[in-house]
């Protein structure tokens, strides 16, 4: 299938664009499309694990601001900035260079789908976790990030339906608000986040709101009116509503099981382990939607239930009963550990096998010779 993707947002068309095309013309031409995708979601990790280091329990801001050093902030912001900077400019490298692929798409789009949540993990070091003064509590954490992923799955959703990919607006804006408040906290220190700014309200609230409005009053109202558009124009790709709904089921299913085992936990899982259980929403997450990004590519019918959803069942309900008691923390490091490792493994594969498919190499532009 053709790929089509419709951008709307103003601070994207008129501020971003004209940037990404100035940085664009530094790209040597030898360099595989592929390479500068990969390369900013391992900034994205590398930032990642450099923040977990300095600030495993999500405590540093608020308990011992000093904790996390100035230079930490002042890398992430860098590593934001590189990682949406190759983001936006590897498709335009892709056409410039006549390498686009499916292969290229799915690559971008499978590492946006696990880079989404490991944004909005790195920033939460910056809230911090509520110590009864300032910060954010593990449960808000926990919604806030279904909501960006919720976010990001509607526009792939919609991809499956209408066959276009209309990006969405909040990706810009949650960059550069990123990158700013990296900055800002970078120079005056996680403190500025702790100070009510207006109104007795933090800065960490407005952006919670803003992050809740945009998604609820935006992007999803936007998603359900462009389904509805090729609805009346009669070019959806699929004729039934259980055809259309199908992709759905596994990502609320996954969220039903999450949300269940973080409210029922009797070991308060979230609340004793909340790096590892975010994380391990993200890959679980990351890797519904890859399927589903491979159906709307291939337009096959997504699988009713994701494998995972099995084994998460089963660790819920022992977790809840009380069967697992004090070894709920190791179970959950061994299920996020397997989730995680699945992942890789799933991605590798997929690439390995589209590439002999299409007789390309991954990160080379050189092409492969015909056995």
């Given at each position: ?180 408040a990296y900055l800002l906290t970078g120079a005056l220190g996680v403190e500025v986040w702790q100070k009510p700014f207006l109104f007795g ?91 589903v990004i491979i159906c709307q590519m291939s337009s096959t019918r997504p699988e009713r239930f994701h494998w995972f959803l099995f084994p ?60």
């Amino acid at each position: 299938s053709q790929y089509s993707a419709v951008d709307t947002n103003p601070l994207s068309v008129y501020i971003m664009q004209p940037i990404w095309n100035k940085i664009i013309k530094i790209v040597p031409l030898w360099i595989a499309p592929n390479l500068l995708t990969f390369s900013g979601f391992v900034m994205i990790l590398v930032n990642y694990f450099l923040i977990s280091f300095y600030d495993w329990d999500y405590t540093a801001s608020g308990t011992s601001p000093g904790r996390v050093p100035a230079w930490v902030w002042l890398f992430s912001a860098f590593t934001t900035f590189c990682a949406y900077a190759l983001d936006s400019i590897d498709g335009k490298h892709a056409r410039r260079t006549q390498s686009s692929t499916p292969l290229g798409e799915l690559f971008d789009h499978g590492l946006d789908s696990w880079a989404t949540s490991i944004f909005v993990l790195s920033f939460f070091s910056v809230c911090s976790r509520d110590n009864g003064k300032t910060g954010v509590s593990v449960y808000t954490m926990y919604i806030y990030l279904s909501i960006v992923l919720f976010n990001f799955m509607c526009s792939h959703w919609e991809k499956y339906n209408t066959g276009v990919l209309f990006l969405p607006w909040g990706y810009d804006i949650s960059q550069v608000v990123l990158i700013a408040a990296y900055l800002l906290t970078g120079a005056l220190g996680v403190e500025v986040w702790q100070k009510p700014f207006l109104f007795g309200y933090y800065i960490t609230d407005a952006l919670v709101i803003l992050l809740i409005g945009f998604s609820l009053f935006l992007s999803f109202p936007q998603t359900l009116y462009n389904i509805h558009r090729a609805h009346l124009k009669k070019t959806l790709k699929n004729d039934s509503l259980y055809e259309g709904l199908l992709p759905l089921v596994s990502p609320l299913l996954l969220f039903v099981l999450l949300t269940v085992w973080v409210v029922l936990s009797p070991g308060n899982i979230l609340a004793k382990q909340p790096r590892l259980f975010l994380w391990m929403v993200g890959v679980a997450f990351s890797n519904v939607i890859c399927k589903v990004i491979i159906c709307q590519m291939s337009s096959t019918r997504p699988e009713r239930f994701h494998w995972f959803l099995f084994p998460l069942a089963l660790v819920v309900y022992a977790a809840i009963s009380g069967l697992l008691g004090w070894t709920e923390e190791a179970v959950l490091a061994v299920l996020t550990a397997l989730v995680t490792a699945a992942h890789v493994h799933f991605g590798v594969c997929v690439g390995r096998q589209l590439s002999e498919h299409l007789n390309i190499y991954i990160f080379s532009l050189k092409k492969r010779v015909q056995e």
